[in-house]
């Protein structure tokens, strides 16, 4: 736990511009914290030209108040994502905590064809070629940094990687996809709905283009260059949105999908493998190999063919997902004491 005044600062950290759902979940952090009294910035590291307000259009409603400098003092707290982590060497007195939001994209690549294992890959190639100090497990250990998990796969992971003070603080997905299922009061149906299965393309699109080589019947549609409304109206007339990324951090995508009623399938790689981060039937996790193809192609099929009956086995997940923000807010509870005078 963080004991804080209401002198205390805490700063955390995002790059500049970035719409994504990590993103979106640190200003949902910082807008958790404002309202429990915190004073709170967003930090955007701005060394390289940005626009005047670095805020992200769709993040605003958070109404954030951001800052380009930290005041690196003791009562102060820098919270850090795991892609910034290599920051944590230009700060000294200030208290430090990284928040896991996808262990995978920081020294485990899974998805050797994406742009993430270009990443990981400058990471090993700095530290090999001694042209970047970077920052290690050994590190985090030695200085007592504090560790967050945005999923209990990144907990584990953590854990056995015997960092100190692993705790656990997830997501919620934003009020907009949550108001538009609280609205729908008659439930899922086929009216309305078509045989789509969306994806989204930076989530293994290998796997999927194999799926459509062997059957071309199936209309996959790609979530990209989207608005969110778009996206919104996309989930909501589709019946199937399917996942088999490596899953490194509690995808919200998915949970987005599944509020706007479509049936999941994923993979069983990262959080998707772990019930508690995923909480849907194990029948709609598959193994991305490719023996299973032709299992996935029926399992879809079969979904597409009887949708009104399929849809209502993920109830119990739209209400996990329905009671996310009230549990962040517990656990955000948990982790903060602020407190009238200095500790």
């Not at 996808?102 to 690549?109: A, D, E, T």
């Not at 945005?150 to 934003?174: M, P, T």
């Not at 909501?236 to 996942?243: H, N, P, Q, S």
């Not at 490194?248 to 009623?261: F, H, T």
């Amino acid at each position: 736990m963080f004991q804080l005044t209401h002198e205390s600062c805490i700063y955390i950290g995002c790059p500049p511009m970035l719409e994504s759902g990590g993103a979106e979940l640190l200003h949902q952090l910082c807008f958790s914290l404002k309202q429990k009294g915190c004073r709170v910035f967003m930090f955007y590291d701005c060394s390289q030209e940005v626009c005047e307000n670095p805020v992200p259009e769709r993040f605003r409603i958070y109404e954030t108040k951001y800052t380009r400098q930290i005041e690196d003092q003791s009562e102060n707290l820098l919270i850090l994502p795991e892609s910034l982590i290599n920051s944590l060497r230009n700060y000294h007195r200030i208290r430090k905590c990284i928040w896991w939001l996808g262990v995978n994209h920081y020294l485990l690549p899974t998805e050797l064809h994406s742009h993430k294992y270009l990443r990981v890959a400058g990471h090993y190639i700095f530290k090999w070629l001694h042209l970047r100090k970077i920052v290690t497990f050994r590190d985090i250990r030695r200085d007592k940094t504090a560790n967050w998990a945005q999923c209990w796969y990144a907990a584990g992971f953590l854990e056995r990687k015997k960092l100190h003070n692993v705790a656990y603080l997830s997501d919620y997905i934003a009020d907009t996809f949550i108001d538009s299922y609280v609205q729908r009061t008659a439930g899922f149906t086929d009216t309305g709905r078509k045989n789509i299965v969306l994806y989204n393309p930076k989530r293994n699109t290998r796997y999927i283009q194999k799926l459509i080589k062997r059957d071309s019947s199936i209309h996959f549609v790609a979530i990209e260059n989207m608005t969110r409304t778009q996206v919104m109206e996309a989930m909501a007339e589709a019946k199937l949105y399917v996942d088999f990324g490596s899953h490194p951090g509690k995808d919200r995508m998915p949970r987005e999908a599944a509020l706007l009623g479509c049936c999941i399938l994923t993979s069983t790689l990262g959080s998707a493998d772990f019930f508690d981060d995923v909480p849907i039937m194990s029948e709609y996790k598959f193994e991305r190999t490719n023996r299973n193809i032709d299992c996935v192609l029926q399992k879809i099929h079969y979904i597409l063919e009887h949708y009104s009956e399929e849809i209502k086995k993920y109830d119990k997940y739209r209400e996990f997902i329905l009671q996310e923000k009230q549990r962040f807010n517990e656990d955000i509870d948990k982790l903060f004491l602020l407190t009238e005078e200095k500790q």
